[in-house]
């Protein structure tokens, strides 16, 4: 098992940035490939973004690009997203997410419980 806990949501206005954190415990870290995915109300949720096993590789949903930015610390068992440049779209619960296979959209064998992120126009 492994316990997936999100952090550092919250309200920004338009243009601004946040960076969320997913702190990781149970199971080594480092052999997951990682991700963020959202749901914005009333939708589906939506794959984000993902991170390869050692933090060289990334690959993104195509309107977050150039905006969000993913990264890992496998000693701190930690996984973060900055996000900058905010639209009121990518208002949504932001959910940290571990596979152990697949890329983009990957299916997901642990979830996190949700950060809520609010982007004011």
């Known amino acids: 098992q492994v316990q997936l806990v999100e952090s550092g949501g919250g309200l920004v206005q338009a243009g601004g940035s946040l960076q969320l954190s997913c702190a990781a415990s149970?199971?080594?870290?480092?052999?997951?490939?990682m991700g963020w995915f959202r749901q914005a109300p009333g939708k589906e949720r939506e794959f984000v973004t993902v991170?390869?096993?050692?933090?060289?590789?990334?690959d993104y949903e195509e309107s977050v690009k150039c905006r969000f930015t993913i990264s890992r610390d496998n000693a701190k068992s930690t996984l973060y997203l900055q996000m900058n440049n905010l639209k009121p779209d990518d208002t949504a619960v932001y959910y940290c997410?571990?596979?152990?296979?697949?890329?983009?959209?990957?299916?997901?064998?642990?979830w996190g419980q949700g950060t809520q992120v609010t982007v004011s126009s």
């Open positions: 991170i390869n096993r050692d933090g060289g590789r990334t």
């Open positions: 149970g199971r080594p870290f480092s052999n997951y490939v």
């Open positions: 997410a571990a596979g152990t296979v697949g890329w983009i959209n990957f299916p997901v064998r642990y």
